[in-house]
Structures are given as C-alpha cells and as structure tokens.
C-alpha cells in the first residue's frame, strides 16, 4: 500500500457537495485532496442519446434493492441512478435550484407525530440558511435571485401555466433554475435545445466540473485524483480521523494522511463507506454509535404524468424541465398525506418515456400514444418521502464490489401515505391537463431512486443522530458529511441548492478554523 504525503484536507467525491467544497477552501489558500471514484469527462464529450448517455455517466457498480418498493422487484442491482464521474451528479440534473419552506425543516412540529414515520425538526432554521443559500444562488446563477433573469417561457411550460390556473393555482414559476439565461460566469447562456440532464456541452448548466473544479485547479491547491475509489477511513489512537484508504482504477491501495475528511459520496455510498470503516473503537461502523449511520433513507416520492393535447407542444424545444407548480407543496392533511409536492412540467425524449412511463401493455395503444410526441406534455411529481428508520442502507452479505467489498444494500418499505400523496397526484396533474384540452392522460412511476437523502441525519443528540448542527460527527474529531445524507427530513423540493448552501456554510466553517490554527 502506498503512502502519500502529509496529513490533508481530503474531500471524497465531487459533486454538488464536495465539489463546492473543493473550490472555496482552495479560494482560501488551503489545499485539498479531492477523491473521486469516476473518470473525468469534460461537456464536450457529453452524449445526448438516453442510452449512450446512461452508459457514460451512471454508477454502474452493483447494488442491491429490497423491501417492498418497485426497484427490488423490477431493478434490484439498480435502486438508484446517480453519476459516477467527476462532477458527480450535477453532470446529471435538471437545474431545479429551489428553497424549501419553513414548514419542511420542522416537520415534526408541524406534521405530529405520524406511525411508522421518524420525524424530527432540522437542528438549523431557514433563518440560518439564508445567507448560505443566497450565496448558493448567486454562485450557481439561478434565474430569478440576483437579479439574473428568467428564460423565456416555452410552449410546454405556458400549457403547464395555464392548467394550473384554471385549476386555481397561482403559485407557479418559471425561475429558479441553475441553467444560465445569458452569459455569466464564463459560462454561455442556454441555446434552448433541449434535453440536456444528460450531461450540458455548452456548460450553460451550472455543474461543479464546469464551474468549482476548474476554479479550485487554477488556484494549484487541488489535488484531484480520478477514478479513486474510497475503502475506509481510518482514525488514530485518540479517535480523530487520520487517513483515508483508497483504490485506483487498477485496484492498488494508497493510503493519504487526514486531518480532516468530508464525506460527500451521496447519501447511499456516504453511509456504506462509515459501516466499512469500523474498528475496535467503532465495532458497528465509523460514527456509529447512535445506531444511525444508513437509516433513514429517502428519496423524493416520483411519479410521470404525460397527456395528448389537442395542438403541438414540441416538449423538446426549450428548457427539460421550463416550470413548476408550488400550491401542492403546503402541509395540508386533510389531502390524507403529510407534506406535499410539485408538479415539474418535463419534457422527455421518447425513449426515455418507453422506458419510466408504464406503458400498460406494449403494442398498438402505447404505440399510437408515442406516435404523437410532438403533441405530448407531461410533468414530474417531487414529493416530501417520510423518514422510515428501516428504509436503510446496509453492507450486502453476498454480493461484492471489484474490489471485493459488501455493495450496499438498499431497503424501502414506502410509508402508507406515500401511496395518498401518489393518487393525489395522479388526480390533480389528469386534471390540469384535461383543463386544457387533453384527449389521453397516462401516469407512471419511475423505478431507480433520484435525490438520496437521509442516511446520516444531523440532530443535536448524538444518540439519535450522526452529525451536529455544524455538519460535523458526533464521536470522530475531524470528520464532517457534506452530502444529502445530513437531511434530517426530504423537504418537497429538489434538494442540489441546499446541498450546496450547507457545504458554502462549511467550507466557511473549516477555513476559518483552519486560519485560526494556523
């Protein structure tokens, strides 16, 4: 095993979390070691064919899906679709950078307590946030903050605006996307084209690879190192972290020195790589001790609907995902269901839709309705999961990695009042579109989860959570989780702008303290 230099800051992934990590405490003089498990692929090389693209940028490694969701039993090696590459996720995701509401960090005050849920409140308010999430924005250029413009409405979100105006919503926008609406940043603005969550060329999209990773290199502080895949953190004698081991891509181990690491793996491997990093100080998992590390996974509860309207949509034209409706989103049990959703007008390719939206029966009809794409809508629910302590990540007993190692293995029981908000959506969305005209309306539920969240909750009792208030471990000096893991709840909003807001208040954090030791 090789050993390599001094004692670091080690950064292990770098996506939306780690990415943006990397490149503040590199802009304030610190240098940091950035351990990435994919290959680095630059926009250029992006493909734009769903398949192609799929191949080229998923985590692909094996997984495994159980419990009663969709994925164990229609993809139980693929329970989540995340990106493996430099960049990490936000290579892969459609610039929806929104704030959550003040109800959704205090859940458990607001919900009660609900039976088979493990509620809590967030141990920080939007009060504290806000700051941090302004600075996420500005450094992201999301449209409508900062004074930056939104994109002009397309076709397909102004039939999404006035569905839901019919319907008596009012809360609708077409702002708050990282994607630039003019030249910003030394990024260009969108060309309108299209599908783009595969990977943006031009690098209009907000992504760490296009933005934080180069930033951090220009500075010469970033060590990034590609296709190195984090096996275990180890800790001295005194319980501080000390190194982290990783493999490259030939599976060789080295070994880096530690005085801090940020864990931003996402929330599945996050969670995996603590239980593979026990010791006889940490028997159950590094961080452990509460138990915690692993449960409450969520995702954002998702579902499809796409409809056939009387006049050409051309969904394909414009931005993937051009709008959102907000007024599902309050807490209203009397719907029968804590929480609440968006609805996310998405276009999408018809391969794409082939694959997520159920086709009830390949043939002639689910033909047909392909046949009139150009005539096609559709959205995407983004709904607030419960946390369920048994949905969890665990170390597979049979199945190994290449190297040899326990895959993690992924659990979902849905809560029962997943399936209320579901059959909410399904109603509400079908109604919106017949408000202007639809003539077939047909729903779906993709399989992989997106959006992993949860599994290292942040709580200001150790025997109940994994990190403080600050993002750091309760029981290992010097180790800090950056990722979704920390969400204490899922919130009903995609969740990239508050993984960034939370690493800008850390990175912040980490810098000072590092400044005043030094």
């Given at each position: 095993m090789a050993g390599l230099s001094e004692p670091a800051i080690v950064v292990i992934g770098s996506g939306a979390a780690g990415g943006t990590m990397?490149?503040?405490?590199?802009?304030?003089?610190?240098?940091?070691?950035?351990?990435?498990?994919?290959?680095?692929?630059?926009?250029?090389?992006?493909?734009?064919?769903?398949?192609?693209?799929?191949?080229?940028?998923?985590?692909?490694?094996?997984?495994?899906?159980?419990?009663?969701?969709?994925?164990?039993?229609?993809?139980?090696?693929?329970?989540?679709?995340?990106?493996?590459?430099?960049?990490?996720?936000?290579?892969?995701?459609?610039?929806?950078?929104?704030?959550?509401?003040?109800?959704?960090?205090?859940?458990?005050?607001?919900?009660?307590?609900?039976?088979?849920?493990?509620?809590?409140?967030?141990?920080?308010?939007?009060a504290d946030l806000a700051p941090w999430y302004a600075q996420a924005e500005a450094r992201l250029g999301v449209t409508g903050t900062s004074g930056i413009a939104p994109h002009p409405p397309s076709a397909h979100y102004k039939l999404l605006w006035n569905g839901a105006q019919k319907l008596g919503y009012s809360r609708i926008s077409n702002a708050g996307l990282a994607i630039n609406s003019a030249d910003r940043d030394g990024r260009p603005a969108c060309r309108q084209m299209g599908f783009c969550n595969q990977g943006c060329g031009i690098s209009a999209k907000w992504s760490t690879l296009a933005s934080d990773i180069p930033r951090a290199e220009a500075t010469g502080l970033l060590d990034l190192r590609t296709e190195a895949t984090a096996i275990r953190i180890e800790h001295d004698a005194?319980?501080?972290?000390?190194?982290?081991?990783?493999?490259?891509?030939?599976?060789?181990?080295?070994?880096?020195?530690?005085?801090?690491?940020?864990?931003?793996?996402?929330?599945?491997?996050?969670?995996?790589?603590?239980?593979?990093?026990?010791?006889?100080?940490?028997?159950t998992g590094l961080a452990n001790g509460s138990g915690q590390v692993g449960r409450?996974?969520?995702?954002?509860?998702?579902?499809?609907?796409?409809?056939?309207?009387?006049?050409?949509?051309?969904?394909?034209?414009?931005?993937?995902?051009?709008?959102?409706?907000?007024?599902?989103?309050?807490?209203?049990?009397?719907?029968?269901?804590?929480?609440?959703?968006?609805?996310?007008?998405?276009?999408?390719?018809?391969?794409?839709?082939?694959?997520l939206l159920d086709p009830a029966g390949w043939g002639p009809d689910y033909a047909g309705f392909l046949e009139r794409y150009d005539h096609l809508a559709g959205m995407l629910m983004n709904?607030?999961?419960?946390?369920?302590?048994?949905?969890?990540?665990?170390?597979?007993?049979?199945?190994?990695?290449?190297?040899?190692?326990?895959?993690?293995?992924?659990?979902?029981?849905?809560?029962?009042?997943?399936?209320?908000?579901?059959?909410?959506?399904?109603?509400?969305?079908?109604?919106?579109?017949?408000?202007?005209?639809?003539?077939?309306?047909?729903?779906?539920?993709?399989?992989?989860?997106?959006?992993?969240?949860?599994?290292?909750?942040?709580?200001?009792?150790?025997?109940?959570?994994?990190?403080?208030?600050?993002?750091?471990?309760?029981?290992?000096?010097?180790?800090y989780i950056a990722d979704g893991s920390v969400f204490p709840t899922s919130t009903s909003v995609n969740p990239t702008l508050t993984i960034v807001a939370l690493a800008l208040r850390l990175a912040s954090q980490i810098g000072q303290a590092s400044q005043r030791s030094g």
């Open positions: 990397a490149g503040v405490l590199t802009a304030r003089g610190l240098p940091v070691v950035l351990l990435e498990a994919g290959r680095r692929i630059e926009p250029a090389e992006f493909q734009q064919e769903d398949l192609k693209a799929f191949g080229q940028l998923s985590w692909l490694d094996p997984r495994v899906a159980t419990g009663s969701w969709s994925a164990a039993m229609l993809a139980p090696d693929r329970p989540a679709w995340v990106v493996k590459a430099v960049g990490g996720s936000t290579n892969h995701w459609n610039g929806l950078a929104y704030r959550p509401q003040p109800h959704e960090l205090t859940a458990r005050t607001t919900y009660g307590p609900i039976s088979g849920a493990s509620l809590v409140d967030w141990p920080i308010t939007l005194d319980g501080k972290v000390a190194a982290v081991i990783y493999a490259d891509a030939k599976g060789a181990q080295h070994r880096q020195a530690a005085h801090t690491v940020v864990l931003a793996c996402n929330a599945i491997e996050t969670a995996r790589l603590l239980l593979l990093s026990d010791s006889n100080r940490h028997p409450n996974y969520m995702r954002h509860i998702a579902a499809l609907t796409y409809a056939v309207m009387p006049d050409r949509v051309n969904m394909h034209r414009g931005i993937v995902t051009p709008g959102t409706v907000f007024d599902e989103a309050r807490h209203d049990p009397a719907r029968g269901f804590s929480g609440g959703y968006l609805m996310e007008a998405a276009g999408m390719s018809p391969v794409s839709l082939a694959l709904g607030e999961e419960l946390p369920v302590a048994s949905n969890r990540i665990t170390l597979d007993d049979n199945v190994k990695d290449r190297l040899g190692l326990p895959v993690a293995r992924v659990h979902v029981d849905e809560h029962p009042q997943t399936k209320a908000m579901l059959a909410h959506f399904s109603d509400r969305s079908a109604a919106l579109y017949r408000a202007v005209g639809a003539t077939d309306v047909r729903h779906g539920r993709p399989v992989s989860a997106t959006h992993n969240m949860g599994t290292a909750r942040m709580g200001t009792d150790p025997a109940t959570s994994v990190v403080d208030a600050s993002l750091r471990s309760h029981e290992v000096p010097g180790l």
